[in-house]
């Protein structure tokens, strides 16, 4: 039950502390279970229409935190943002050409 306590403290501090970065994170964790069950789940296009969505959602939302307030790792955190976004929009791409 301690650990757990340890676990929630953080989480709550992180939240409160850096919100954006906190969503952001949310967002991608979210993103990697909805990917998970597109592949589990391969006939409902749902699951990977919604994971690309948080994954697309993510990457902008970190390349304008960036914009405005620049972090010490400013290039690879761009650079892995935009990177996200590039999977994410042919993810799409790729979608809309299979369905």
Not at 35 to 58: D, K
Request: aromatic share 12%; charged share 10%; proline share 5%.
């Amino acid at each position: 039950m301690r650990s757990w306590h340890f676990w929630f403290n953080s989480l709550m501090f992180a939240s409160q502390q850096n919100p954006p970065r906190f969503v952001e994170l949310l967002m991608l964790l979210l993103a990697i279970a909805m990917l998970v069950l597109s592949t589990l789940t391969p006939g409902r296009p749902a699951y990977i229409v919604l994971g690309l969505s948080f994954v697309v959602g993510a990457s902008i939302s970190i390349l304008i935190r960036e914009q405005l307030a620049p972090s010490h790792q400013k290039r690879i955190t761009q650079f892995t943002a935009l990177l996200l976004l590039i999977i994410g929009i042919y993810g799409f791409a790729e979608l809309i050409i299979t369905l």
